[in-house]
């Protein structure tokens, strides 16, 4: 599966972004995916997954209540929608594809990535 993510880019603090992820080549729904961070001088940080039913989504701590990941109606495209964003959520984030059932938090589980997409936060 190829992946493409899109929709960064500036906003303030308290702005809202909403990500997009999509998907070609292999069947899109055999997958859970999630999305990843990395901030400058950090390691690359997992922050929400759905699995590959769509039934079970998780995020991190951190962003719980102000992101939220979903998959379009026909699949084909993952979403992350960003609200009340801050200044430490500044990041390159990157989504990724697993055959795993529900996922994982570990970045060794995703065989596919997308290229990353620019989040800026100005406080």
């Known amino acids: 599966v190829q992946l493409q993510a899109s929709g960064g880019g500036l906003v303030q603090t308290g702005g809202s972004l909403r990500l997009s992820c999509a998907a070609s080549?292999?069947?899109?729904?055999?997958?859970?995916m999630s999305w990843f961070r990395q901030a400058p001088q950090k390691e690359r940080e997992w922050v929400a997954m759905?699995?590959?039913?769509?039934?079970?989504?998780k995020v991190r701590d951190s962003v719980k209540g102000r992101f939220t990941i979903s998959r379009d109606s026909d699949e084909s495209t993952l979403l992350l929608q960003m609200n009340n964003l801050k200044p430490e959520d500044t990041a390159v984030y990157y989504c990724a594809a697993t055959e795993s059932l529900f996922g994982s938090m570990l970045e060794k589980e995703y065989t596919a990535w997308g290229q990353g997409t620019q989040v800026t936060v100005s406080s």
């Open positions: 759905i699995s590959q039913s769509g039934l079970t989504t």
């Open positions: 080549g292999r069947t899109k729904d055999r997958y859970s």
